[in-house]
T-cell receptor, first 117, second 109 residues
Framework: GAVVSQHPSWVICKSGTSVKIECRSL??????MFWYRQFPKQSLMLMAT?????????EQGVEKDKFLINHASLTLSTLTVTSAHPEDSSFYIC?????????????FGNGTRLTVT | GQNIDQPTEMTATEGAIVQINCTYQ??????LFWYQQHAGEAPTFLSY??LDGLEEKGRFSSFLSRSKGYSYLLLKELQMKDSASYLC??????????WGAGTKLIIKP
């Protein structure tokens, strides 16, 4: 069964609005979660590393004021896309390692397909 | 620099065997992963290699040669449901994951 739950599966929003995506680890505590973005026919791009109890670490080129990450607890991380624009339309996927991320594979949520009109 | 190469697309026949190759150049090495991703879905974990050799898991096997910076994923007894993209990812010394662009596998009856 799924070890990482992501919600919503898809969302359509108007340009200028904000969208929140939730990622939960099921039956395990994840001090670290990872947020990825994937455009059609492209590979996964790491956006940021979400750390419980501290600020997220963003990859180069990712605007931290636009993509707000909050790791509220050991089982929940949220990604908020603020003032979304059509170019933000993409497939957003969160992931966590069941064990330590240095020794375990990542398990992914089911992803959220965001369409900004 | 960091680089992972895999073929963009491969085609195989149902019931046959296919080998998907992955070569990498990274800053250190702490393991190589293979994931399967169906269209419109998130990746699912298939295999993990950290030592040289072959890891077998049912119809899927993965091989690693660290000296050559090379891995392959072997799929046997192909089924139509195996049509998907297969992603190779390498974990570097700093535990960052570097992802390949994926190989789209098309299975024909």
């Amino acid at each position: 069964g799924a070890v990482v739950s992501q919600h919503p599966s898809w969302v359509i929003c108007k340009s200028g609005t904000s969208v929140k995506i939730e990622c939960r680890s099921l039956d395990f505590q994840a001090t670290t979660m990872f947020w990825y973005r994937q455009f059609p026919k492209q590979s996964l791009m790491l956006m940021a590393t979400s750390n419980e109890g501290s600020k997220a670490t963003y990859e180069q080129g990712v605007e931290k004021d636009k993509f707000l990450i909050n790791h509220a607890s050991l089982t929940l991380s949220t990604l908020t896309v603020t003032s979304a624009h059509p170019e933000d339309s993409s497939f957003y996927i969160c992931s966590a390692a069941l064990g330590g991320f240095d020794s375990s594979p990542l398990h992914f949520g089911n992803g959220t397909r965001l369409t900004v009109t | 620099g960091q680089n992972i190469d895999q073929p963009t697309e491969m085609t195989a026949t149902e019931g046959a065997i296919v080998q998907i190759n992955c070569t990498y150049q990274t800053s250190g090495f702490n393991g190589l992963f293979w994931y399967q991703q169906h269209a419109g879905e998130a990746p699912t974990f298939l295999s993990y290699n950290v030592l040289d050799g072959l890891e077998e898991k049912g119809r899927f096997s993965s091989f690693l040669s660290r000296s050559k910076g090379y891995s392959y994923l072997l799929l046997k007894e192909l089924q139509m449901k195996d049509s998907a993209s297969y992603l190779c990812a390498v974990r570097e010394s700093n535990y960052q994951l570097i992802w390949g662009a994926g190989t789209k596998l098309i299975i024909k009856p």
